[in-house]
């Protein structure tokens, strides 16, 4: 069974930065591609960033140009590098991952990890 396990939340203030990690049970992490999401209090869930396994980027609008995804396949792990961050960032951030190929209807959420930015 496939697990996704966050870590990395916490308090940080405004203009400051934080990185999330997302760590992947089994062999599936290679073949999958990963994304973090967040959603906030009483708002809908949105994507933040995605990385396919050939390391092309997305990114959600509202944090193009301050943060950074990544992956290293051989720690089986997914990076959230969160610069200059906001007060708007505060939410809880979700680690995914959706198979590829012969594991394309796999997906899989973590349980979440809080961010929260504040004076």
């Known amino acids: 069974q496939v697990q996704l396990v966050e870590s990395g939340g916490g308090l940080v203030q405004p203009g400051g930065s934080l990185r999330l990690s997302c760590a992947v049970s089994?062999?599936?992490?290679?073949?999958?591609?990963m994304g973090w999401y967040r959603q906030a209090p009483g708002k809908e869930r949105e994507l933040v960033a995605d990385?396919?396994?050939?390391?092309?980027?997305n990114y959600g609008a509202s944090v193009n140009g301050r943060f950074t995804v990544s992956r290293d396949n051989a720690k089986n792990t997914m990076y959230l590098q969160m610069n200059s961050l906001k007060p708007e960032d505060t939410a809880v951030y979700y680690c995914?991952?959706?198979?590829?190929?012969?594991?394309?209807?796999?997906?899989?959420w973590g349980q979440g990890t809080l961010v929260q930015v504040s004076s």
């Open positions: 995914y991952l959706k198979g590829t190929g012969i594991f394309r209807n796999l997906e899989v």
């Open positions: 990385i396919t396994t050939g390391g092309s980027t």
């Open positions: 089994g062999s599936i992490f290679r073949l999958s591609t």
